[in-house]
Nanobody
Framework: QAQLVESGGGLVQAGGSLRLSCAAS????????VGWFRQAPGKEREFVAA????????NFADSVKGRFTISRDDAKNTVYLQMNSLKPEDTAVYFC?????????????????WGQGTQVTVSS
């Protein structure tokens, strides 16, 4: 069972960049598809990006396409979310999640394993 820990959040000015990391425990991390979600105050949790277990396929929300990239290093049991050209509307708590599947998904309910989240705040 994967246990996930996010890091890399913080305060950044609009136009800046951050790289979030999702570190997982367990030897079988490579079999998991991993997604990033975010939740702003008063809003529902929304899909941001996901990467397949092979790393060969990724999917992004329209709101972050062209600005965010996702990658994984299975030797380090870590998935990264590189966030560039950040906007104030990107402010949220960011969560990583994992599902033991070869396919990626955009629905939070399809991910059984979650981290505790990391705060990202983008000032204008």
């Amino acid at each position: 069972q994967a246990q996930l820990v996010e890091s890399g959040g913080g305060l950044v000015q609009a136009g800046g960049s951050l790289r979030l990391s999702c570190a997982a425990s367990g030897r079988t991390f490579s079999i998991y598809a991993v997604g990033w979600f975010r939740q702003a105050p008063g809003k529902e949790r929304e899909f941001v990006a996901a990467i397949a277990r092979s790393g060969g396929r990724a999917n992004f929300a329209d709101s972050v396409k062209g600005r965010f990239t996702i990658s994984r290093d299975d030797a380090k049991n870590t998935v990264y979310l590189q966030m560039n050209s950040l906007k104030p509307e990107d402010t949220a708590v960011y969560f990583c999640a994992a599902r033991p599947s070869g396919t990626i998904a955009t629905l939070p309910t399809l991910y059984p394993h979650w981290g505790q989240g990391t705060q990202v705040t983008v000032s204008s």
